[in-house]
């Protein structure tokens, strides 16, 4: 029940959010969608001189809309944790019965459950803009998109932690942010394989473009797709508790 009740209360918390404050939330999907723009007619207008996040038009759309979803998803928990310390109502989670890591994990699922609107949204804006048609194959997408999010949310912890520490750490969260796009469109080598996100992303691009199913994937690849997300997720969240036992140590947890 417990459980239950974090969870609800988070969620509701990102509810409330985009609703008081729609205005702004708009104005971040006119600005994601200006910088897709701006990619689009870079690729199709200057042959591709400028940033490539693929080869085809339609790879272009599923890489953007893809870095989108993951960046959203693992920069949740390190700028949560920012803007918490800053308005001082860190200690006051950390206080709780569920703990820190429960609740940050609690305000990952829920702030990925609101971000898909935005990412679907944006998906449809972006497909329309360039008049691709995709394969939205939603029972073969779900696993991928998990693998996905596992192995960024282990970032997602990892720099959490970090924040915790450090606090200000916003010009190495936006490096992190650029470092996406190189794993998103990544070949899956034998050795970039096991990078964050870097197969699962492979195969929703295979999904999604080519119109391949989950029985095209190798048993090899389901394996290392699994093995490497949760190793991510696994050591991210390792590091945070840590980080969250040294600041709590120092006495410095809250301060900023």
């Known amino acids: 029940m417990k459980l239950w009740l974090g969870f609800a209360a988070m969620l509701k918390k990102e509810i409330i ?12 999907i006119i600005t994601i969608y ?25 790879s272009l759309v599923v890489s953007y ?50 971000d898909l609107l935005v990412v679907i949204a944006m998906l449809a804006l972006t497909m329309a803009t360039t008049g691709t048609s995709l394969n939205i194959d939603i029972i073969s997408l779900l696993p991928l998109i998990l693998f996905a999010l596992m192995a960024v949310s282990g970032l997602g912890f990892f720099f959490g932690g970090i924040t915790l520490m450090y606090k200000r750490i916003q010009s190495y969260l936006q490096i992190v942010q650029f470092a996406l796009i190189a794993l998103v469109a990544a070949d899956p080598s034998p050795v970039f394989r096991w990078l964050p996100a870097t197969l699962p992303s492979h195969w929703i691009r295979m999904v999604m473009i080519k119109g391949q199913n ?42 900023f």
């Open 17 to 28: 959010l985009m609703r008081r404050y729609f205005v702004n939330s708009l104005g971040g």
């Open 34 to 58: 200006i910088i897709f723009m701006l990619i689009f007619w870079g690729y199709t207008g200057l042959g591709g001189a400028g940033l490539k996040l693929g080869t085809t038009i339609d």
């Open 65 to 114: 809309v893809t870095w989108l979803m993951l960046m959203m998803a693992w920069q949740t928990i390190p700028y949560t944790l920012l803007q918490e310390t800053q308005e001082g109502t860190l200690e006051q989670l950390c206080m709780s019965p569920l703990g820190l890591t429960v609740l940050s994990a609690f305000k990952l699922i829920a702030g990925v459950l609101t």
């Open 214 to 255: 989950l029985s095209y994937i190798p048993a090899g690849d389901w394996l290392t797709m699994l093995f490497s997300s949760l190793l991510y997720l696994f050591v991210g969240i390792a590091v945070f508790k840590l980080c969250e036992a040294k600041a709590r140590r120092q006495g410095t947890l809250g301060h």
